[in-house]
């Protein structure tokens, strides 16, 4: 299973994802808010502030701004670097302006946690700790070199200095911590946004494939008339041209081919006919459909199927949905791949519930992801014991988790398990205690009503242009 990412780890794929739009207007809401905090603190505190310098900050802000907007488009994405020197900027233009008013003293120190927050969340581990590191460095410096708060009778306004260390901790530790969070919670969110459209493109090649079958064998039925017509009249040339031999070898060659394409196209109608007996089938059918591609790669699949606690033996008839294969089907290849010489498919029914069980006879699941299996993630690279183990694989470590979204998607609950503990050494060689998957419905979400499946397919569809 292939991706338009594969092949590439997630954090080198963080280019062109900010708009120089949304830093644009995030700073304009920035430049009002230190207009508005100068103000406020000089007209209604009394403070005296040196309202010149104050003012080329906040005015550094702007000028970059408006370069932004006249330099480039409004629907410029940028690069990491760009996103990077911007943030930069804001946290230098912040900390000049906090040096000019108090330094820690100024509660407003609090608003450097932001650019930190946002290159954590917009970029790789590299350049957010470039910024994060130079967000506290530079609080460290306005927290020992700043011009102080004084107001106009001369007095000086200043927090104790276990206060102003305390504040100057808790801003270090939200860098860290926010940082770390904002980070954590971002690769999740881009993990499962590429799971799902990695499961989104395996459904809907599973149902091109299917529609893709409809369309040859609809193509098959409105080629047989006109085939049929050729050779015919082919074939009465031939007995009229009995005497020209020159024509009468065109006329056999127009006839061979056309009864050439007659066998292709009749083919092609059987292995791609929409049948509709083929939208309900004997659940056997669906997992031996699922397990049919493994079956030749050195591993023996054994398929049971039985009743539990119900009157007949007889397997029910279940929805074929291209869902329930590619997930079966993904379940059945991971068990093949790290099995020793042996799977084993069970299929279980009762009045109630419909259960399908996995087990090989393999190592079974690690310990360090038992309790994550299901989660997306992708893989960096494999070692050479892997590669060994599964030769030819180059997949995304994405194949469970398909497997288990397509199938929660049909109303399976799944459910993963080893057979026997996973430090106790090596099991004897064919016996049942490698991992063990159990994939349940209840019986009316899969299963068509006995009344449904001897029902008559209805009136023959006229197939048009």
């Known amino acids: 299973m292939t991706t338009p990412f594969a ?81 930069i900027f804001d946290i230098t233009q912040l900390a000049a302006l906090l040096y000019l008013t108090g330094g820690l003293n100024n509660p407003f120190a609090l608003l450097i946690l932001a650019p930190v927050t946002i290159s954590a969340t917009a970029l790789r581990t590299g350049p957010t700790l470039i910024v994060g590191g130079i967000a506290i460095a530079l609080t460290t410096l306005v927290m020992w070199f700043h011009v102080q708060l004084r107001t106009d009778m001369g007095f000086v306004m200043r927090l104790p200095k276990d206060f102003v260390f305390g504040f100057w901790l808790a801003i270090i530790i939200g860098v860290i911590f926010l940082g770390a969070y904002a980070r954590r919670v971002t690769s999740e969110i881009n993990s499962m946004s590429e799971a799902l459209l990695a499961t ?27 085939l049929a017509t050729i050779k015919l009249a082919s074939s009465e040339l031939i007995e009229e041209l009995s005497e020209r031999p020159d024509l009468l070898e065109d006329a056999a060659l127009i006839r061979d081919q056309a009864d050439r394409c007659r066998d292709i196209l009749r083919s092609m109608g059987r292995a791609g006919k929409d049948d509709v007996h083929l939208h309900t089938v004997p659940l056997t059918e669906v997992i031996r459909e699922a397990a049919e591609p493994h079956m030749g790669r ?25 869902e329930i294969v590619h997930g079966l089907r993904n379940l059945v290849q991971n068990a093949v791949d790290f099995a020793e010489s042996r799977v084993w498919v069970d299929a279980i029914w009762s009045d109630t519930d419909l259960l399908i069980r996995i087990v090989d006879d393999g190592r079974g699941f690690s310990p360090q992801v038992i309790g994550r299996i299901g989660d997306p993630f992708v893989r960096r690279r494999r070692t050479d014991e892997q590669q060994k183990e599964r030769p030819g694989y180059q997949g995304m470590g994405l194949g469970l988790f398909i497997a288990k979204t397509l199938l929660e998607r049909s109303g399976a609950e799944l459910s993963f398990a080893n057979g026997r503990d996973t430090f106790s ?7 049942r205690t490698g991992a063990i998957v159990e994939v349940t419905w209840p019986l009316d979400r899969i299963t068509v009503e006995a009344a449904d499946a001897g029902r008559g397919l209805g009136e023959n569809k006229l197939i048009t242009d």
């Open 7 to 87: 092949g590439l780890p997630t954090e080198e794929r963080r280019s062109d994802w900010v708009r120089l739009r949304t830093l644009i207007v995030l700073r304009w809401i920035a430049i009002v808010g230190q207009l508005s905090a100068i103000l406020v603190a000089q007209r209604w505190f009394d403070l005296n502030l040196n309202l010149g310098l104050c003012l080329m900050a906040v005015g550094a802000s702007v000028i970059a701004n408006l370069v932004a907007i006249f330099i480039y488009p409004e629907n410029k994405r940028l690069s990491e670097n760009e996103v990077m020197w911007m943030l």
């Open 200 to 226: 989104q493109m395996a459904l809907a090649r599973e149902q091109k494939l299917t529609d893709l079958a409809g369309v040859v064998a609809a193509a098959a039925h409105e080629l047989g008339t006109p």
């Open 298 to 322: 050195g591993k023996t699949i054994e398929i049971h199927a039985y009743s539990s606690g119900t009157d007949t033996d007889r397997p029910p008839i279940i929805q074929r949905r291209p």
């Open 425 to 431: 050494g090596r099991a004897e060689k064919g016996t």
